[in-house]
Each structure stands twice: as C-alpha cells, then as structure tokens.
C-alpha cells in the first residue's frame, strides 16, 4: 500500500477527519487478550481503586492506537507513519456499563517537512479530559 494523500495537495493547518472510539470493559478484556497485558488495573475495579485509580482504566497502548487511527484511516496506509509518540497525560477511566467510556480524537497537520513528510499533531480527550499529551506522528505522503 501507499499513502492516498498527496503532500503536494496538504498544507499546515489541514484537518484530519475527527473520530471518536467507544472503550467498553468488554474491549478491554479482547485488548487484553490480543496484547497479553492483564494488568489487573484494566479489569478489576477494587484492585484499581486500592492502587489510588477512579475505577478501571484503558490500556495506555490501546488508547494510543485509537489516537493513531485517525492518522492511518486519513493517509490509507499504516506504513506511511515512520514516527509516532505521545506522553500518557491522564487515564481513560471506563465505568462499568453498556456505554464504557469514548475517546475523541482531532488531528492536524502542523509542520510539512523534507522528503514528502509532514508532522501531524493530535489531540485524544476522554471525559473532557486531554488523556495524551505530545501526541505527534511523522507520515510519509504520496
């Protein structure tokens, strides 16, 4: 696959398509089970709250990856991002119940660099809360 999105055709300021993803405890339990990451922080509500937690929360790396599909679904290829790091700011706290919890992601493109490259900023809230911080990927465009 290559990138869909041509640089030449994107300038700084650009938008990318805002989404929201809805974490349940049911996700949680299949992240779990696809990363191998039992931590029971993410799973059992009295060890949570005794570790100092509001309630179980999302895997930081799952919150990640939701940021990062805003910028994968926008460029059409997940090969086209060469960099990509953030800073855990705050937990996805998910409450026991049919609705969970939701992560709103925005993104921008802030900087066009050398080689095709531009540097995406993104925003990942939960709760009205900014749960990462320094969110940026570096995505290689047509």
């Known amino acids: 696959m290559t990138a869909t999105v041509a640089y030449d055709e994107v300038e700084v300021g650009t938008e990318l398509p805002a989404q929201s993803f809805p974490v349940t405890r049911a996700t949680l339990v299949q992240y779990a089970g696809a990363s191998g990451d039992f931590n029971p922080i993410h799973w059992n509500e009295k060890f949570a709250r005794s570790v100092g937690l509001p309630d179980v929360i999302a895997h930081g790396m799952f919150t990640m990856a939701s940021a ?12 086209a ?62």
């Open 81 to 142: 991002v060469v960099d990509y790091g953030v800073r855990f700011t705050k937990p996805v706290v998910v409450p026991n119940d049919d609705e969970g919890a939701l992560i709103e992601v925005t993104a921008k493109v802030a900087v066009k660099l050398d080689d095709n490259l531009v540097r995406v900023d993104l925003v990942a809230m939960s709760a009205g809360q900014k749960v990462l911080g320094m969110s940026r990927a570096v995505v290689r465009l047509a």
């Open 68 to 79: 990062a599909r805003v910028v994968t679904d926008w460029v059409g290829d997940p090969g």
